[in-house]
């Protein structure tokens, strides 16, 4: 297990292995995106309240969902570059923040777009839109508390600080409906008890669930290998690299 670890560490290991993986989850991915847009746009029948507007869900849900966990991989990424100085942490909190930010945006607006219909605003100052507002706002924080140094070892551990103190959010989203009064209909999944969900439109939004994570694993090990690429220009790997290609 160490051995594996201090594998990841090694930036040529990594830029391999995280290329070998990416020729395979790419194309799944993208395959099982189509597959889950159409069964969930095409397949399902229209909800007996919200008719076809409830169709927004199958993306916002899962933007909102992988926006969360993403927030928890780069805090952990954080807490690693913090205590134990690795480069290949700092890489990967810089390498999460942006798609993290972007997934949270997309929660943002397509919750909106759902809302206009079923609430007649497209924003409310409620808990829920209001604390995924502060993910966003702490999501574009690490990025720009992080460039904001010249010393990059200094500006990591700041930003590293920032995406720690910002888990205290990540449980405020999710227990805002039921701790406040809210416009935000309460959790459909849940692990204890049945969904409120009907398992015909259920089942593609665990589907698009699951792809959004393949997506999101697949963007940062993409931003990771082009980070590593830059920041070891004058590796001897990456010049083999480029004499090879």
């Not at 590293?160 to 990540?170: D, F, R, W």
Request: glycine share 8%.
């Amino acid at each position: 297990m160490w051995k594996f670890f201090h594998k990841l560490g090694s930036p040529p290991w990594f830029y391999s292995i995280a290329g070998a993986i990416l020729r395979w989850l790419v194309p799944i991915t993208l395959f099982l995106l189509i597959v889950g847009y159409a069964w969930g746009l095409l397949f399902t029948a229209p909800d007996f309240r919200q008719g076809n507007s409830y169709r927004i869900m199958y993306v916002h849900v899962p933007a909102a969902v992988v926006a969360l966990a993403g927030y928890y991989v780069m805090a952990l990424a954080g807490a690693i570059c913090i205590i134990w100085n690795m480069k290949m942490a700092e890489i990967a909190m810089r390498a999460t923040a942006p798609v993290g930010a972007l997934l949270t945006l997309i929660a943002l607006v397509t919750g909106g777009i759902w809302g206009k219909p079923t609430w007649g605003a497209w924003w409310v100052w409620d808990a829920r839109t209001t604390s995924m507002l502060i993910l966003l706002f702490l999501y574009i924080g690490v990025i720009v508390l992080y460039e904001a140094y010249e010393d990059k070892s200094g500006g990591s551990r700041a930003a590293g600080i920032l995406a720690l103190v910002g888990t205290v959010n990540i449980p405020i989203i999710y227990k805002s409906v039921d701790w406040w009064y809210s416009l935000h209909q309460p959790a459909s999944i849940t692990f204890t008890g049945g969904s409120a969900i009907e398992s015909s439109m259920l089942y593609p939004l665990l589907l698009m669930i699951t792809v959004f994570y393949s997506l999101f694993t697949c963007c940062v090990l993409a931003n990771m290998r082009v980070s590593l690429i830059k920041r070891e220009s004058r590796s001897s790997w990456v010049r083999t690299l480029v004499e090879e290609d």
